[in-house]
């Protein structure tokens, strides 16, 4: 029973990630997002290393790309939203 809900439960995953795959919108959305994420874990990275090391340089620039992926974030929300109201 275990493995066949297993088996249940990755063909949805897989079902679903075709969906979503296959609409060109979507893909370039979510490469987006994950680009915006990727700021803001490099941000926390680099203000975790100015942490350590104590320079100032490191924290300023780390919260800088940080805050950068994050409006990054909200413009992309934005933009989902003025389209999804278009249509």
Do not use: C, I, P, W
Not at 8 to 13: F, K, P, R
Not at 26 to 52: F, I, M, P
């Amino acid at each position: 029973m275990r493995k066949f809900l297993l088996g249940v439960s990755l063909t949805a995953n897989v079902v679903l990630g075709y969906l979503l795959l296959k609409d060109e919108d979507t893909v370039e959305e979510l490469r987006e997002r994950l680009e915006h994420a990727g700021d803001e874990v490099v941000g926390k990275v680099q203000q975790a290393k100015g942490n350590l090391t104590g320079d100032t340089k490191d924290k300023v620039a780390g919260a800088a790309k940080e805050a950068k992926g994050a409006v990054e974030d909200k413009v992309q929300d934005v933009k989902e939203d003025v389209k999804d109201a278009a249509e």
